[in-house]
């Protein structure tokens, strides 16, 4: 079956604009994460999604960053005023359920360069 | 808070040598543990885990154990082949939060 896609795979967007990263899960996989992979930083954990409700936002750097998520399914992050440090790779992952969160099936993320 | 300590990369070997990286872990309660592999241009795949101490994970020649004493789970693999060049990634979850808190990754990079 089709895996955890993501859109766009690369981004380059100028300072100060606003940016939209969708991702679309397995079907039927009701948890849903965004994480942020910086260059030397590792994976980044930015918000989880149980059903269309976030529970955890914890990871959410700033409040130019949101997420939400429709239907249960797709899930849009979105950047406001973007600035340089926000460059990295976004990448996106469902899991069956919340307890198992370690069965998590990863996307193959969208670049975002911010120059 | 919950940390994951990974040797830095990048790491060069030569086809059949034996590679090791090494993880170490900070945490509250008995995590589970976890290798994320991340071949090029693709997405993080779940490589191999191990939900309590003493257990070993493994998975397609790769091993590691949960050592809770040492509070380590090094990522072993007896002869590595030009495949495995790829970005490893270390990882655990508690259960407390449905999150995995992951290490830097590190590198590794097969020749012949």
């Known amino acids: 079956g089709a895996g955890v896609s993501q859109s766009p795979s690369n981004k380059v967007t100028e300072k100060g604009k606003d940016v939209e990263l969708r991702c679309d899960p397995i079907s039927g996989h009701t948890a849903l994460y965004w994480y942020r992979q910086s260059l030397g930083q590792g994976l980044e954990f930015l918000i989880y999604f149980q059903g269309n409700s976030a529970p955890d936002k914890s990871g959410l750097p700033s409040d130019r960053f949101s997420a939400e998520r429709t239907g249960g399914s797709v899930s849009t992050l979105t950047i406001q005023r973007t600035q340089q440090e926000d460059s990295a790779v976004y990448l996106c992952?469902?899991?069956?359920?919340?307890?198992?969160?370690?069965?998590?099936?990863f996307g193959p993320g969208t670049r975002l360069t911010v120059t | 808070g919950n940390s994951v300590t990974q040797m830095e990369g990048p790491v060069t070997l030569s086809e059949e040598a034996f590679l090791t990286i090494n993880c170490t872990y900070t945490a509250t309660g008995y995590p589970s543990l976890f290798w994320y592999v991340q071949y090029p241009g693709e997405g993080l795949q779940l490589l191999l885990k191990a939900t309590k101490a003493d257990d070993k994970g493994s998975n397609k020649g790769f091993e590691a154990t949960y050592r809770k004493e040492t509070t380590s789970f090094h990522l072993e693999k007896g002869s590595v082949q030009v495949s495995d060049s790829a970005v490893y990634f270390c990882?655990?979850?508690?259960?407390?939060?449905?999150?995995?808190?992951f290490g830097t990754g590190t590198r590794l990079q097969v020749t012949l």
């Open positions: 990882a655990l979850y508690t259960g407390t939060a449905s999150k995995l808190t």
């Open positions: 992952a469902s899991s069956p359920t919340s307890g198992r969160a370690y069965e998590q099936y």
